[in-house]
């Protein structure tokens, strides 16, 4: 899934999403109210920010079209914006209102409340002339528009048309993530991405099964004159209803959800990218699918990157396109994991060895791993690095066969391979902050510990289970056989 060479034009809402992280201990003796001591503060782009943020986190262009006021949240969400590449900012900027801004006080992580500074003024007559010509300007060269609604004046009627006409005269599919209840504003659309509870609302009627929600999806299609509509579910999953008639439900994945917050920017900027890499809108669901659960279990607006979503796909038991994920990383996507894993605040811990036939004991070093750390990297010897360290009649199991079992452990989140016959290499790369092996080592014997404790981490040496190795159960095995 190369995405590097598509450009997307996002056009809708745009807006500054500002977090301030703290804790709290006490309550106000002004008011029944928590007090909380603020720690941090961080700022990124929300709205359809966020939607051209995921694009250019999956390796893809953005442009972005929207509507700011001429103050510092304006001036603010440009320079953040500048910051990032992959966005090329196609901003309009009006005397006429604030730049939204939604800021989130968060205790641990808990949103505790959230407070807006928006306008509730309609789009005035040049706002909306400047965007559309914005559009035109801009739509060459792009593969995909995403029209991101968040009912916050920049897509009314005149510029959804607009736009949508645009698009549909130069071939470009249009994607729209919906705030109105009346789908026929989306008129000519190529897939309307509403949630559960958007999707009732306009279709009046009953959804609650998978049958309600493709007869409603198939009669608000007749009316909005739509290739598609794909209702996102929550736990649920997704489900995909196509003008043809057929309908496509994908799980979502069991996993802990921390915030939902621009899971639907995910999921549009996903469906759109695999969509204008030529993938049938069942197949870019999947894809879309993945992104989603991974952004969910990340603290505040997010985007995912291909190697995340890769990943995702691998822990998946459907099949995108026919062929089953793999378990096994290229270091470069650890990497990318284990970059944005610390972004969130987690805690990256690492393990190795030939792991050849997995017994009890191994299960034990992987659950102690796990449990001193947040995310779990284990990097398996390769069959020539096993056959140098262990003889030539091993390893009894090939690398992918190792890396899919070992994949499918819970305490397990990434999984590479080295061809060295040490990972200090991997180590050196990836740097975790937690370097895990056997009782059977001291400190000063583990590889890459001098380096992982130079960088402030530490090294654990975990309990092995009695009786337990892949050299004894493959004696045992070649004992009953004789």
Known sequence: MDFTGLTVLCLGDVMLDRFL??????????????????????????????????????GARAVLVGLIGEDETGARLRRILASRPGIEPALVASPRRPTICKTRFIAGRQQVVRADDESGARLFEEEAAALMEAVDTRLPGAGALILSDYGKSALEPAVVAHAIAAARRAGVPVFVDPK??????????????????EFAAAARGPCGTETEIATAARALLEDCAADAILVTRSERGMTLVEQSGEVTTVPARAREVFDVSGAGDTVIATLALACASGRTLAQAMHVANAAAGVVVSKLGTATANIAEVMHELSAQADKLAGAPAPGLQSTDSALGMVALWREQGLRVGFTNGCFDILHPGHVALLAAAR????????????????ARLKGPTRPVNSLAQRAQVMAAIRFVDCVVGFAEDTPLEVITRLLPDVLVKGADYTVSQVVGADVVVANGGRVVLAELVAGQSTTGIIARVGGKAA
């Open 180 to 197: 109105s209840d009346d789908f026929t504003r989306y008129r000519g659309a190529t897939c309307i991405t509403p949630n559960l509870k």
């Open 21 to 58: 992280h703290g804790d709290i201990d006490r309550i106000s003796p002004e008011a029944p109210v928590p007090v909380i001591r603020l720690r941090e503060t961080r700022e990124m782009p929300g709205g359809a920010g966020n939607v051209a943020c995921n694009i250019a986190s999956l």
């Open 371 to 386: 449990q001193a750390c947040d995310r779990l990297v284990v990097a398996l010897n390769t069959d020539e690095s096993v």
